[in-house]
């Protein structure tokens, strides 16, 4: 089945200590979209990709940075995590053209210890 | 810039019974889309049900439907025969038809609990 895949679904790290959560999907769609979900709160938007143009939100900080080698594959890398940095991170795609519905990951839930 | 507004922290809802979620939103666009994803404890978050603002007709995805009220710039979801099932964390979410690339914008979440 079509999908959106994201490793690891669940990633502990220490404090300071450089971290990479995957998102693969099978879908062909040209926009993916990382998000950062923190307990009981709604979805904020980091950054997203459309095809390789790449879009940081304005308060998304230098710490998070984002990869997108191919169509299939996007990338969040924390370079320097502290503990407000756990939380759930959502990778999501949309087909750019037309269709407005984004198809969800299962999430990557970070732990800062 | 558009905000999204869900008034219910927490809801609880008899299994079997209905229930109504509520979702207000502010814009000056006259054209967007609205939505109502579903998100079960430690899974993913799916679609449930879409409103495009262009049509009068409310939108309906067999036990769900809404009521999306232009004027008054509310979309509430309605939940009919409530199943076990249908317990999760329910977003409201706004995106402009304006432009190709602009983003989902979601309210705070409402928690749905079935009770048994």
């Known amino acids: 089945d079509a999908m959106v895949i994201q490793n690891p679904r669940y990633q502990v790290t220490q404090f300071g200590k450089p971290v990479t959560l995957s998102c693969s999907q099978t879908?062909?769609?040209?926009?993916m979209y990382w998000y950062q979900q923190k307990s009981s709160q709604a979805p904020k938007l980091l950054f997203h990709y459309y095809d390789k143009d790449f879009n940081n939100e304005a308060d998304t900080p230098d710490n998070f940075q984002s990869r997108r080698p191919n169509t299939s594959f996007c990338f969040l890398d924390i370079r320097s995590p502290g503990l407000g940095d756990a939380a759930m991170y959502l990778c999501?795609?949309?087909?750019?053209?037309?269709?407005?519905?984004?198809?969800f990951g299962a999430g990557s839930r970070l732990t800062v210890l | 810039a558009q905000t999204v507004t869900q008034s219910q922290p927490e809801m609880s809802v008899q299994e079997a019974e209905t229930v109504t979620l509520s979702c207000t939103y502010d814009t000056s666009e006259s054209d967007y889309y609205l939505f109502w994803y579903k998100q079960p404890p430690s899974r993913q978050m799916i679609l449930v049900i879409r409103?495009?603002?262009?049509?009068?007709q409310n939108a309906t995805e067999n036990r769900f439907s809404v009521n999306f009220q232009k004027a008054a710039k509310s979309f509430s979801l309605k939940i009919s025969d409530s199943q076990l099932g249908d317990a999760a964390m329910y977003f409201c979410?706004?995106?402009?038809?304006?432009?190709?690339?602009?983003?989902?914008?979601f309210g705070k979440g409402t928690r749905l609990s079935v009770i048994a």
């Open positions: 879908l062909n769609h040209n926009v």
């Open positions: 409103q495009e603002a262009y049509k009068q």
């Open positions: 999501a795609t949309r087909k750019g053209t037309g269709a407005n519905v984004l198809t």
């Open positions: 979410a706004y995106r402009s038809m304006n432009s190709g690339n602009t983003p989902l914008v």
